[in-house]
């Protein structure tokens, strides 16, 4: 990964100009994880789409597993059509891939309000972050 960046609170954040690498490690979920800090400021948004990607699919992913979706609400719904519109900005999805991250995003939206669990497709959430 990159070391440009600026420090936040001690923590070594993305400048919001250079280049995004993924880490070069084998376990997803170990990549994810290294963008998060990487991207993803201590509060608000981030400086770029792709720690933007990588913050909702986080933030949702948290939802899920560690809350168990207690705090589903409105605010969720609105961050999962942002990451939709986040995937439509960058050229590394097909059409294709974008209605299949469409039909995801649709049973992440009803799983999150039936309270039903499903680590795959935040798993698959994070996946196309990265992508």
């Known amino acids: 990964m990159a070391e440009m960046g600026g420090k936040m609170e001690g923590k070594l954040v993305h400048d919001g100009i250079s280049p995004i690498y993924v880490p070069d490690v084998e376990d ?17 948004k981030a400086r770029t789409a792709q720690g933007e990607l990588t ?3 986080g933030r949702v992913q948290y939802e899920f597993l560690g809350n168990g979706c207690v705090n589903w609400d409105e605010d969720f719904q ?11 900005l960058g050229n590394g999805f097909s059409e294709e891939d974008l209605k299949i991250a469409e039909v995801y995003v649709g049973l992440l939206r009803e799983n999150g309000e039936r309270g039903f669990i499903d680590d795959q497709l935040t798993g698959i959430l994070c996946s196309c972050a990265m992508a």
């Open 78 to 88: 609105k961050m999962l059509d942002a990451f939709l519109k986040y995937l439509r």
């Open 28 to 44: 997803e979920d170990e990549a994810f994880q290294m963008l998060w800090e990487y991207l993803v400021p201590p509060q608000g």
């Open 55 to 57: 913050r909702i699919a």
